[in-house]
């Protein structure tokens, strides 16, 4: 029987749009602690011993250290072997607010419960839900409240996707705890210490989902440092309005393979914003794909189902012997050119020493290379041999 997955919800932010007011968040954090039932138990055993030794008696929330840098850099260490998951979403509401013209709460939050019901409809099969019953915020309610109308349990009362009776005050906190930590990235006045921050619990990440949808997101704050700004800026645009229309196109779809190269892009957006200018190892990118499912993604499957298809759509991905990334310059496109070239060449030059030794034995009778299928394979090789006569 596979093992029941839980998602320990809460949020972070308000719900304002008056932005020249410096009480009012410019970003709304959601934010769900993914945790295996076989692992919940140990999991608030070691989160309450984190608690108690670096949060003071007075002290009642994990947010009242945000004002202290090297206890939340404590806190985070301590934290990251531990068995969880973070999925998050991050909505950034200036853009909601130029975007749709929306700057009325009500409006906004039924908004945000339709968009996050839809994604997770489209990531999980099973998910328990479990929010915060003692304190509900507004969102959380309304989106209780949607789930519960959306998903209608069967004949046994059970529902696939829905909310579940667990309790766990210690992970609720936890999921705001992630969620204020998450929000320092994305607040008026950057603090310095986000990517450290960022860097511990990196590996705990599934994705970070930012909306709304627009290249501008990931554009905003990156610093072309290239004589070659002009086709940089095109290269990067490209490849990230390629990858929203790919997902926009299949996001409905329930064939595993697309589920699986969706999740693939939005887990390269996800690593733009954060780390444009960094590849991302195939092992920590099988690592987020497989940690919401129970079929594991191995790296064979994983590179020609996922990556090759989807540059058989056209989509730019760079890659290299550091893993992948979506392209934000001429030289990382190279990089994929260049780890290519030293597969396919070497692979052409033993085609072409093969059939030269049977035309050879033959006395050219036979062409291993004749048939039609082969015919684009042929011309290159006899081109080759044209440059070396």
């Known amino acids: 029987m596979n093992d029941i997955q839980y998602a320990f919800f809460n949020e972070y932010g308000d719900y304002g749009f008056d932005f020249d007011n410096s009480d009012v968040s410019t970003h709304f954090m959601i934010t769900a602690i993914l945790v295996k039932d076989t692992d919940k138990e140990g999991l608030e055993g070691e989160i309450e011993r984190i608690w108690q030794k670096y949060i003071q008696n007075g002290e009642k929330h994990f947010s009242y250290i945000k004002d202290q840098p090297e206890r939340m850099l404590q806190i985070l260490n301590e934290m990251k072997d531990l068995p969880f998951k973070i999925y998050a979403y991050v909505i950034d ?18 908004y945000l419960t339709r968009k996050v019901l839809e994604d997770l409809s489209n990531t999980y099969e099973k998910l328990d839900i ?7 915020k507004e969102f959380m309610n309304a989106f209780i409240n949607y789930v519960k109308q959306e998903c209608i349990p069967d004949l046994f009362n059970y529902s696939s996707f829905g909310f579940n009776n667990t309790k766990s005050d210690i992970l609720i906190k936890l999921a705001e705890y992630t969620a204020r930590t998450l929000a320092i990235g994305y607040e008026k006045n950057l603090s310095k210490y986000y990517q450290s921050f960022y860097k511990i619990i990196k590996s705990q990440i599934v994705r970070i989902n930012l909306w709304p949808h627009d290249y501008r997101n990931f554009l905003y704050d990156y610093k072309v440092d290239s004589a070659d700004i002009k086709n940089d800026e095109v290269i990067i645009k490209q490849a990230v309005n390629l990858a929203y229309q790919y997902i926009d196109k299949y996001r409905k779809s329930d064939d595993e393979d697309e589920k699986l190269r969706i999740d693939f ?16 190892y195939t092992q920590e990118i099988l690592n987020n794909l497989n940690a919401i499912r129970n079929i594991e993604l191995n790296p064979h499957n994983f590179r020609s189902n996922i990556v090759s298809k989807l540059r058989d759509h056209g989509l730019l991905i760079a890659s290299s012997n550091k893993g992948y990334k979506l392209p934000v310059c001429l030289a990382d496109l ?6 290519s070239s030293l597969t396919i060449f070497p692979m052409i030059q033993r085609i072409a020493k093969c059939r030269d030794q049977i035309l050879k034995a033959t006395n050219k009778e036979i062409d291993i290379l004749e048939q039609k299928e082969y015919e684009y394979l042929k011309r290159v090789i006899e081109m080759e041999i044209l440059k070396v006569k």
């Open 130 to 136: 479990i929010s915060d019953d003692q304190e509900p």
């Open 93 to 110: 509401k200036q853009k909601i607010r130029e975007n749709s013209g929306v700057t009325y709460k009500n409006t906004f939050i039924k």
């Open 334 to 339: 190279y990089d994929f050119v260049n780890l």
């Open 265 to 280: 892009l939005k887990f390269l957006l996800f690593n733009l914003k954060e780390n444009p200018d960094e590849y991302v």
